[in-house]
């Protein structure tokens, strides 16, 4: 998962976990 840092990668990575 990604970091607070990345707000961005944060929504993208969701998506990524949801699949």
Do not use: C, D, E, I
Not at 1 to 19: C, D, E, I, R, T
């Amino acid at each position: 998962m990604y970091s607070a840092k990345m707000p961005k990668n944060f929504l993208w990575g969701g998506a990524v976990a949801a699949h």
